[in-house]
Antibody
């Protein structure tokens, strides 16, 4: 069955960096665009970034542009999110989600999320 | 403030039908046939319920249906069941500048 498993979350001080990983299985990772979506405590969903199936294009929400970098390793079926210059506003559960084959902009499978807390 | 507007809460009794609206603009909901709906139970990951406005993924109950008119999309749940109690989020592609917008979420209570 399809599985997406995020890791790398934790408590980090403002201004520091963190790298999230999302290991996937059960589907053809190299054929799917992949996304990061976050959810601040008690709040709604916020799209963060997308990367094309071959890594040729990457796009970001304005709130993270210039600070976050999405990458992927198709040989390892793994998605990454490098987060730099973190602020308290980045505190959230970070989900990786696969873009559907029919449309990259439909999130058909989600991981369980990893919590990032930015605090001094 | 979220880009798409949803009611904060809706409620219904078992067996009844409810509809959740999702209002966007001509730059998102109104321009693209790429509205999706997600169900999220407390402490769980979101789950895709409707895509491309009206289509149901395999395995999703046919009690869930979607529609769109102009800049407003809607999710209807018929024959409410206790297990439907959850938060529901709409989402739309919004073009090559903003890319993706979500609604603020609607909490469904089954009375």
């Amino acid at each position: 069955q399809v599985q997406l498993v995020e890791s790398g979350g934790g408590v980090v001080q403002p201004g520091r960096s963190l790298r999230l990983s999302c290991v996937t299985s059960g589907f053809t990772f190299s054929s799917c665009g992949m996304h990061w979506v976050r959810q601040a405590p008690g709040k709604g969903l916020e799209w963060v970034a997308v990367i094309w199936s071959d890594g040729s294009n990457r796009f970001y929400a304005d709130s993270v542009k210039g600070r976050f970098t999405i990458t992927r390793d198709n040989s390892k079926n793994t998605l990454y999110l490098q987060m730099n210059s973190l602020t308290a506003e980045d505190t959230a559960v970070y989900y990786c989600a696969s873009g559907a084959i029919i449309s990259t902009w439909t999130f058909d499978y989600w991981g369980q999320g990893t919590l990032v807390t930015v605090s001094s | 403030q979220s880009a798409l507007t949803q009611p904060a809460s809706v409620s219904g009794s078992p067996g009844q039908s409810i509809t959740i609206s999702c209002t966007g603009t001509s730059s998102d909901v109104g321009s693209y046939n790429l509205v999706s709906w997600y169900q999220q139970h407390p402490g769980k990951a979101p789950k895709l319920m409707i895509y491309e406005g009206t289509k149901r993924p395999s395995g999703v109950s046919n009690r869930f249906s979607g529609s769109k008119s102009g800049n407003t999309a809607s999710l209807t749940i018929s024959g409410l069941q206790a297990e439907d109690e959850a938060d529901y989020y709409c989402c739309s592609y919004a073009g090559t500048s903003t890319f993706v917008v979500f609604g603020g979420g609607t909490k469904l209570t089954v009375l």
